[in-house]
């Protein structure tokens, strides 16, 4: 059975993760690491729960001793916004934090390693429609940077001192746990919120906007996924390609409107509309299909289904 140590644990959407990895590998094997956020009574009251600074190197070794920890998922990262604004701090966070924790699961001989990557690491010379495995990745932001040469970090500790590295590029996940944090994609989320309590959304995008996006249990369900596989089914040490569907804005409202028949849309884009017209439109991820029969459960219909039953009971 794996011990694992999930860093960075008390992110929502991380958090489900560990939740999900408990009830695989049960409570007492699944070490969730934290720091500053307070996390979920769910997750603090299934134990074990610790805390460090991702930079206090001996607290880490600490943990990793003492729960004789042979796996990590290492989550740890600035975000675009927080990053744009602190490009020192996310460097020191994503990058060195990586390059510690790389060092310290060579040193303890950490049997499997995942790090996340994301689609911030294409633009803006990417293709747009079915952005390939193997593209131009020359992204404008820190966090995108950090995404690029962590991927390539992973991959030279995999070759060189035989780690198993493992990752997956994300497209932008839906939870229905997460609230809108104002992100490009936040409309995502917000209209089921908007659709259900007031009757009615106002897009910040255009209709005519296309992004590829996941629902949160195909995104946790890929994460455990790429772990469980055995070495030989892992050809790609930087990071897999990973997407579940792609839809416009005006694709959204009309299937939200299948089960809220009363709901108004309007139209307002601001600057964020700029910012999608920068990403990937829809994420070629065949070489995750054909290493390792990857598929997604949910499309947006079945995504609106579950958003909207379970939204409208928290919701009630």
Known sequence: MAKILVTWSTWQIWSELVLELRKIYWWDNVVALGNRTKPSDELLNSWPFETADIKDIQ???D???KYEI???YHLVSLLSATGEQNPNLAWDVNMWGLKDMLDLAVEYKIKRFFWPSSIAAFWPNTPRINTPQYTPMDPTTMYGVTKVAGELLCQYYHQ???LDTRSLRYPWIVSRKTLPWGWTTDYAVAIYYDAIQKGEYEFFVNEQTVLPMMYMPDAIKATIDIMQAEPEKIKIHTSYNLTAFSFSAKDLEENVR???PELKCSYAP???QNIANS?????DDSSAQKDRGWKADYDLDAMSQDMIENLKK???
């Open 279 to 283: 990403r990937p439109a829809s994420i």
């Open 258 to 260: 299948k089960y809220i």
């Open 59 to 61: 607290k880490i070794r």
């Open 270 to 272: 601001d600057f964020r």
């Open 160 to 162: 060189k001192y035989g």
């Open 314 to 316: 928290r919701l009630s």
């Open 63 to 65: 943990i990793i001793e």
């Open 70 to 72: 042979d796996t990590i």
